[in-house]
């Protein structure tokens, strides 16, 4: 099924006239690719119910991208193993988060990969930390402070019946802690930091170095993990 998949016959002469199906992937490093995973992304952060007060502004991380897609070209419908060891992905993040999702390639895009991760929202409970069905997905696109993102796409033929896209986004720190919650809730933007704006329901950062207001919140969780 796979060389079917992979490669059309043409016969001519008593001969079989083989040519590759090109199925091309967007690069982790093309512009529309990034703006689209990063805007659907805040956008569904951004319109969580019940409101959040802490929710931050997300943004690309070019590291965590390479991460994405050194995991996504092993073709493997699993989790990186590196992400349940401390610095083992990631040098400038203890932990990092990792969302996975499996699909044609035709119908793919990071919209409708992401759309389908928030989706899972309705087998979650806000208030009583309980999820009927998967919603880990879910829980790691709306956590708080998984303030950037970087993400990648492989054309994986071995996972699937037909050209099948492997989708992988990395976020730092790492979200989907046990027993606590992805975000706080109440008023929007309630709970900034000083210097932070609020945008469209996020903390944004404004014009403030990103990496030397968020580091500090990324070393707060280390010493969490150590208590």
Known sequence: MA??????????????LVATKSMNVPSYTDKKFI?????????????????????????????????AKSWSSKCKFAHNPCSGQRYGCYQD??????????????????????????????????????CSQVCGHYTQVVWANSYTVGCAVT??????PTSTA???????PAGNYANRRPYTKGQSCSLCLEGERCIENLCGNGKLPQ???YHLL???FILQRML
């Open 3 to 16: 060389l079917k998949n992979k490669f059309g016959c043409l016969w001519t002469l008593g001969l079989c």
């Open 35 to 67: 703006q689209e995973t990063v805007d659907t992304h805040n956008k569904w952060r951004g319109k969580v119910d019940p409101p959040a007060a802490n929710m931050k502004e997300m943004s690309w991380d070019k590291g965590l991208a390479k991460l």
């Open 93 to 130: 993040f203890d932990y990092v988060g990792e969302n996975i999702w499996l699909g044609g390639l035709k119908q793919f895009s990071p919209k409708s990969a992401i759309d389908d991760w928030f989706n899972e929202y309705k087998y979650y409970d806000f208030d009583n930390l309980t």
């Open 155 to 160: 054309n994986c033929p071995n996972l699937g």
């Open 166 to 172: 492997l989708f992988v986004c990395n976020y730092g």
């Open 211 to 213: 990496l030397t207001t």
């Open 218 to 220: 990324s070393l707060c």
